[in-house]
């Protein structure tokens, strides 16, 4: 168990549905990163925050978005969905958000579009 | 931009053998680190190793090792006597020095152990 807790664990949903995923870091990690894993694309770097702020994004789709609330909890809001968003959508939590602390990764959700 | 390739997709082996997966990196960074994670059936990602550009020495943790070679651009894992607990699908990813501290992956690769 890396203490980074996600959820719902399964998530099914039709098309052009709004959906919201949420993640809790490790305690005492301040910084937390968004993940989609896909058959197709792999897995590949959405966001990242930090302490609230975000610090870094990566190929995230303009109808994503996401934030991290002050008790550093993160939601990752996923819109218009289509079939080519199911995936498994993993959260990671480091210490801080440079000095490549080790990421670790929760459980995932994993998202059926329909 | 960075890439890790790990060009191989699957491997399968018999229990008890030796098995090394390779990764091969790109990255203009001069700091960076490197890391290996593991994917077992359940679905979770489980972090293994971090090293970071400045120590090439090899890294033995139990059965793992790991060997990183910066000439070759190269973080290569094997598993000594491998157990069929060990299937799983293993990732190697890097990170380097910039704004963030994000992942790039490889591909990963399927390593079935079969009793």
């Known amino acids: 168990d890396s203490g980074v807790t996600q959820t719902p664990k399964h998530l099914i949903t039709a098309t052009g549905q709004r959906v919201t995923l949420r993640c809790s870091p490790r305690s005492g990690d301040l910084s937390v990163y968004w993940y989609q894993q896909s058959l197709d694309q792999g897995l590949q770097f959405l966001i990242q925050y930090y302490n609230g702020e975000e610090r870094a994004k990566g190929n995230i789709l303009e109808r994503f978005s996401a934030q991290q609330f002050p008790d550093l909890h993160s939601e990752l809001n996923l819109s218009s969905l289509e079939l080519g968003d199911s995936a498994l959508y993993f959260c990671?939590?480091?210490?801080?958000?440079?000095?490549?602390?080790?990421?670790?990764f929760g459980p995932g959700t994993r998202l059926t579009v329909l | 931009a960075q890439k890790v390739t790990q060009a191989q997709t699957e491997i399968s082996v018999v229990e008890k053998e030796d098995v090394t997966l390779d990764c091969v990196y790109e990255?203009?960074?001069?700091?960076?680190?490197l890391f290996w994670y593991k994917q077992p059936p359940s679905g979770e990602l489980v972090f293994l190793i971090r090293?970071?550009?400045?120590?090439?020495q090899n890294e033995i943790s139990g059965r793992y090792s790991w060997n990183f070679q910066k000439s070759t651009s190269s973080f290569n894992f094997t598993i000594t006597a491998s157990q069929v607990v060990d299937s799983a699908v293993y990732f190697c990813?890097?990170?380097?020095?910039?704004?963030?501290?994000?992942?790039?992956f490889g591909g990963g690769t399927r390593l079935m152990v079969k009793p």
């Open positions: 990813a890097l990170s380097g020095n910039n704004a963030g501290n994000m992942l790039t």
């Open positions: 990671a939590s480091s210490l801080s958000g440079r000095d490549y602390n080790e990421q670790f």
């Open positions: 090293r970071n550009s400045f120590d090439e």
């Open positions: 990255t203009r960074d001069t700091t960076y680190y």
